[in-house]
């Protein structure tokens, strides 16, 4: 059974950092999407970054590319999402997220959209970011 768990959250101030780490276990196949996800209160689910833990490939959405760095460590044994100059759009619960990755999918289609492809996700991690 797939288990993930987020930590690292919290209250920041606005310009500030905070670094996000999934911990995974059962990850039985050769080769998985791990996905950060955030959802905001009065918005849709929306991709943050993705990352296949075999190849390496990496995804960001356009709301954060350059702010935010996701590595993948233990061949995705622990998945970690470093955000810096954080604003109050990011302020979401953020989720990890997994799903058995194939080399025929490119990681941007299956990490674009909300997430629904995903299998397996974790109670996710609070966000706050103060101004």
């Known amino acids: 059974e797939v288990q993930l768990v987020e930590s690292g959250g919290g209250l920041v101030q606005a310009g500030g950092s905070l670094r996000l780490s999934c911990a995974t276990s059962?990850?039985?196949?050769?080769?998985?999407?791990i996905g950060w996800f955030r959802h905001a209160p009065g918005k849709k689910r929306e991709p943050v970054a993705c990352?296949?833990?075999?190849?390496?490939?990496?995804y960001y959405s356009d709301s954060v590319k350059g702010r935010v760095i996701i590595s993948s460590r233990g061949r995705g044994r622990t998945v970690q999402l470093s955000m810096n100059n954080l604003n109050s759009d990011d302020t979401a619960v953020y989720f990890c997220a997994s799903r058995p990755f194939s080399f025929r999918r490119k990681i941007s289609d299956i990490c674009s959209g909300a997430g629904d492809e995903f299998d397996s996700w974790g109670r996710g991690t609070q966000v706050s970011v103060s101004t």
């Open positions: 990352i296949s833990t075999g190849q390496g490939t990496i």
């Open positions: 059962g990850l039985f196949f050769d080769d998985y999407a």
